[in-house]
């Protein structure tokens, strides 16, 4: 018996007769769903990163992730060495443009849930430069901002990773 | 909702569903935001949090492999969202005092019982709701405050004897 099954007091049964749940003033969904953006089911989106890791050449990956660090300006971007093929990099790109070279080696259905991905994060900052355009010190657009240099970080790290896979461990050179 | 048609819901919320992510949201957003709300002891924080719990929810969605309840799965991100919110206020040195909380606390049931959980002190109150209200053990505190389970029991009784103490007193009141 715990201390508090032994010492039943009104404590106790004023306790058990609180709501547990609570109903809030307002809708809050809206706001909710209004912030969820796109999410690829986690099957589909570890399957083709699996699929780039097999049939991305290194090289390709390489402008891959290079293109996307120049997308954003990230504070390290600068020290990443650029590719070793010739690219015309303009910055800011246009990501899913940028990367359509490296997109037409893939498999078209792994090359589809890529470009929804890609497609994403370049909607995504498009709207989010726009209002902060107008609204520069907004500090809820600039989360945003953050959330999405964040994602495409992410993006930037799984290409990373892949060049950082020997050939011998699955990359096709 | 039955069993079933929850599972469902979660599987086609981690296939991309919105539709059904937002029955999820129907199914639970009442006790998360009644977890948040007693948490933070004010109704705008509460429902920031509870947002934003859904958010997080949302985007871990695929990290829950169904080994405990979602709602379990939901109250711990809830939890955590409380927590980044109130430190986020500390950084903030904004010094907000939620007088306010105990007017927009629940009205119906035990309102006395809210007023003096609203007015625990911020770690004592966490502790309290969480054990005391939403049935979770010293132990499942201590690992979602980052707490020793020592420090969980010995805030909890002492939350529990003000309570007692503050109770009495208003009830001498009456």
Same mark, same amino acid.
């Given at each position: 018996?715990?201390?508090?099954?032994?010492?039943?007091? %009104?404590?106790?049964?004023?306790?058990?007769?609180?709501?547990?749940?609570?109903?809030?003033?307002?809708?809050?969904?809206?706001? =909710?769903? %209004?912030?969820?953006?796109?999410?690829?089911?986690?099957?589909?989106?570890?399957?083709?990163?699996?699929?780039?890791?097999?049939?991305?050449?290194?090289?390709?990956?390489?402008?891959?992730?290079?293109?996307?660090?120049?997308?954003?300006?990230?504070?390290?971007?600068?020290?990443?060495?650029?590719?070793? =093929?010739?690219?015309?990099?303009?910055?800011?790109?246009?990501?899913?443009?940028?990367?359509?070279?490296?997109?037409?080696?893939?498999?078209?259905?792994?090359?589809?849930?890529?470009?929804?991905?890609?497609?994403?994060?370049?909607?995504?900052?498009?709207?989010?430069?726009?209002?902060?355009?107008?609204?520069?010190?907004?500090?809820?657009?600039?989360?945003?901002?953050?959330?999405?240099?964040?994602?495409?970080?992410?993006?930037?790290?799984?290409?990373?990773?892949?060049?950082?896979?020997?050939?011998?461990?699955?990359?096709?050179? | 909702?039955?069993?079933?048609?929850?599972?469902?819901?979660?599987?086609?919320?981690?296939?991309?569903?919105?539709?059904?992510?937002?029955?999820?949201?129907?199914?639970?957003?009442?006790?998360?935001?009644?977890?948040?709300?007693?948490?933070?002891?004010?109704?705008?924080?509460?429902?920031?949090?509870?947002?934003?719990?859904?958010?997080?929810?949302?985007?871990?969605?695929?990290?829950?492999?169904?080994?405990?309840?979602?709602?379990?799965?939901?109250?711990?991100?809830?939890?955590?969202?409380?927590?980044?919110?109130?430190?986020?206020?500390?950084?903030?040195?904004?010094?907000?005092?939620?007088?306010?909380?105990?007017?927009?606390?629940?009205?119906?049931?035990?309102?006395?019982?809210?007023?003096?959980?609203?007015?625990?002190?911020?770690?004592?109150?966490?502790?309290?709701?969480?054990?005391?209200?939403?049935?979770?053990?010293?132990?499942?505190?201590?690992?979602?405050?980052?707490?020793?389970?020592?420090?969980?029991?010995?805030?909890?009784?002492?939350?529990?004897?003000?309570?007692?103490?503050?109770?009495?007193?208003?009830?001498?009141?009456?």
């Amino acid at each position: 018996m715990t201390e508090e099954q032994s010492q039943p007091d %009104s404590l106790d049964r004023r306790i058990d007769a609180l709501r547990r749940e609570i109903t809030p003033q307002r809708d809050l969904w809206p706001g =909710i769903a %209004s912030r969820l953006g796109r999410r690829l089911p986690a099957r589909e989106e570890r399957s083709a990163f699996r699929r780039l890791n097999e049939w991305l050449p290194a090289g390709a990956a390489l402008v891959a992730g290079y293109l996307i660090a120049s997308w954003f300006p990230l504070p390290w971007a600068a020290e990443l060495s650029p590719p070793d =093929i010739d690219v015309n990099v303009t910055s800011p790109v246009t990501l899913l443009t940028s990367v359509q070279p490296v997109l037409q080696q893939l498999p078209a259905k792994t090359r589809a849930v890529v470009e929804v991905e890609l497609s994403g994060l370049e909607q995504d900052r498009l709207s989010i430069e726009e209002a902060l355009a107008a609204d520069p010190n907004n500090p809820l657009l600039q989360e945003l901002r953050s959330s999405a240099e964040a994602r495409a970080v992410s993006v930037l790290a799984q290409m990373n990773r892949l060049t950082n896979t020997p050939a011998s461990e699955g990359l096709e050179m | 909702m039955n069993s079933a048609d929850r599972d469902a819901w979660i599987r086609q919320a981690q296939r991309g569903s919105v539709a059904a992510f937002e029955r999820l949201y129907g199914a639970h957003v009442d006790r998360i935001y009644g977890l948040c709300l007693r948490m933070t002891a004010d109704p705008a924080t509460a429902e920031d949090c509870t947002q934003n719990a859904f958010i997080q929810a949302w985007r871990r969605l695929e990290q829950f492999q169904g080994r405990s309840g979602f709602g379990t799965w939901l109250h711990r991100i809830a939890v955590n969202e409380v927590l980044m919110a109130q430190r986020r206020q500390v950084l903030d040195s904004s010094g907000i005092v939620h007088e306010e909380a105990a007017a927009d606390a629940p009205t119906e049931v035990g309102l006395d019982l809210e007023t003096a959980i609203a007015e625990l002190p911020e770690q004592a109150r966490h502790i309290f709701v969480l054990r005391a209200v939403y049935g979770h053990t010293h132990e499942e505190i201590a690992e979602l405050l980052g707490l020793v389970s020592g420090t969980v029991r010995a805030h909890y009784h002492r939350a529990r004897q003000a309570l007692k103490e503050q109770l009495r007193l208003e009830d001498d009141n009456d």
